[in-house]
C-alpha cells in the first residue's frame, strides 16, 4: 500500500461496490458505509483495492486495525509513505487504534550521505531493528516507511543473515564472544545502558541488541546459557 499525497480519491474494486465489474471512486472525505466497504475489502479481497492520496493518517490506521483477521490478516503489510513526518503520524494513530499491533517505523539517516559524517548510532540501531523484523516478520506487524528511508542502501540480505546470531537457553556462546561483538560493532562498556554496548563480568554477559527494546542479560554455567531475561538499564 502506497500512502501518497496529491492525488484526493480512491478507487475500490467491484468487491466493496454496487456497480459489478465496474470500479468505483470516491472522494474524501469518506462516509461511514465507504469506510466499511473498504474495510471488508482490505480484509477479504485485498489484491483488487488500490488507495492513493489518503490525507487523513487517523482513518487509514483505522483501516489497517480493522485488518487481524481476512486475507489481508495473514500477511505482513508495508506502507510507504511520501516523508518521515508522515510515517511517523501514522505510527501514532495505529498505536492509538490497536496499541497491541507490532508495528516498525524505519528512519532515513540523519547526514547526506556525501557529507563525510557518520549517522547517528541511534538511527543506525532503528534502520537494523525494522530489518531484523522485516527478516522474521510476523502476519498482523506493519511495517512502515518514508520514501527517503526506503531508497538508502542498507546491508545486503546474504550478509545481514550472515551477520546475525540467535542464543537460546542452553545454547554455548563462543569463547571470542568479545571479539566477535565488536566485530559487529558492538563496543565494550562498564555497565549496558545504550543500544549498541555489551559487557561480560564473569559468568554475566549483558548485550544490548537493537533487535531488542531493552538489553539481554545471559547467566552463564561454564559456556552455556543457564538463564536469559531482559532487563531494564
Known amino acids: 500500500m502506497i500512502l501518497r499525497g496529491g492525488l484526493n480519491f480512491v478507487t475500490v474494486a467491484p468487491y466493496v461496490s454496487e456497480l459489478k465489474n465496474q470500479t468505483a471512486i470516491?472522494?474524501?472525505?469518506?462516509?461511514?458505509?465507504?469506510?466499511?466497504?473498504?474495510?471488508?475489502?482490505?480484509?477479504?479481497?485485498?489484491?483488487?483495492?488500490?488507495?492513493?492520496?489518503?490525507?487523513?493518517?487517523?482513518?487509514?490506521?483505522?483501516?489497517?486495525?480493522?485488518?487481524?483477521?481476512?486475507?489481508l490478516g495473514q500477511r505482513p503489510l508495508v506502507v510507504?509513505?511520501?516523508?518521515?513526518?508522515?510515517?511517523?503520524?501514522?505510527?501514532?494513530?495505529?498505536?492509538?487504534?490497536?496499541?497491541?499491533?507490532?508495528?516498525?517505523?524505519?528512519?532515513?539517516?540523519?547526514?547526506?550521505?556525501y557529507s563525510g559524517l557518520y549517522p547517528n548510532q541511534k538511527t543506525i540501531a532503528a534502520r537494523l531493528?525494522?530489518?531484523?523484523?522485516?527478516?522474521?516478520?510476523?502476519?498482523?506487524?506493519?511495517?512502515?516507511s518514508s520514501a527517503e528511508a526506503l531508497m538508502q542502501k542498507t546491508l545486503p540480505y546474504a550478509l545481514f543473515t550472515q551477520k546475525s546470531a540467535t542464543f537460546t537457553k542452553n545454547s554455548e556462546l563462543p569463547q571470542n564472544l568479545a571479539t566477535r561483538l565488536i566485530s559487529l560493532g558492538y563496543a565494550p562498556a562498564p555497565t549496558v545502558e545504550d543500544v549498541g554496548t555489551f559487557s561480560i563480568r564473569g559468568g554475566v554477559v549483558d548485550i544490548f541488541s537493537p533487535a531488542h527494546e531493552n538489553p539481554m542479560r545471559f547467566e552463564l554455567f561454564g559456556d552455556l546459557v543457564e538463564s536469559l531475561r531482559f532487563f531494564d538499564p
Open 129 to 144: 531493528k525494522w530489518l531484523h523484523h522485516a527478516w522474521a516478520a510476523k502476519p498482523c506487524e506493519i511495517f512502515i
Open 26 to 71: 470516491e472522494i474524501e472525505p469518506f462516509g461511514l458505509e465507504t469506510i466499511g466497504r473498504l474495510a471488508h475489502a482490505l480484509q477479504f479481497h485485498p489484491p483488487p483495492v488500490h488507495l492513493a492520496g489518503v490525507h487523513s493518517c487517523a482513518a487509514f490506521a483505522l483501516l489497517l486495525s480493522q485488518t487481524h483477521e481476512g486475507r
Open 80 to 113: 510507504v509513505t511520501p516523508d518521515q513526518e508522515t510515517a511517523e503520524k501514522l505510527q501514532s494513530s495505529l498505536a492509538f487504534f490497536d496499541p497491541t499491533r507490532a508495528v516498525y517505523l524505519l528512519p532515513p539517516f540523519d547526514v547526506d550521505p
